[in-house]
């Protein structure tokens, strides 16, 4: 093996030990990893006005503290009083949370408010 720059000129070359060539061939290899995240978000409102009668999130997502992808489905309805939320680990598919509750009486995650005083 020669330890030659790439960029030297043919005269300049050392002569192949082995067979006294000054002809160079440069072998470059490059590998990249391109990974592809998408979430879909909605809001239903009646006639385009008000608060969202519906609401919901579903794919992928980034948490934030661990830096990982989780698969997330999120349904806020208000008509039905109902939330319900599932987060499943983007690598191995297990269940991290799994949340069906009356939405009047969730509280304390995430942006929900907490009940006035």
Known sequence: MLDEDPSTPVEARTPCPTCGSTARA???HLETKIELHSQL???????GEGKPFQEGKYGDDLHR???????LERT?????????ER????ETGAVIRDVDEPLSQHRGHGSAKKPKA
Request: proline residues 0%.
């Open 41 to 47: 978000g909605i809001k239903a409102r009646h006639g």
């Open 76 to 84: 806020i309805d208000r008509c039905n009083d109902r939330y319900t």
């Open 26 to 28: 440069f072998k470059i």
């Open 65 to 71: 503290k661990t830096g990982k992808w989780n698969k």
């Open 87 to 90: 987060i499943e680990d983007g």
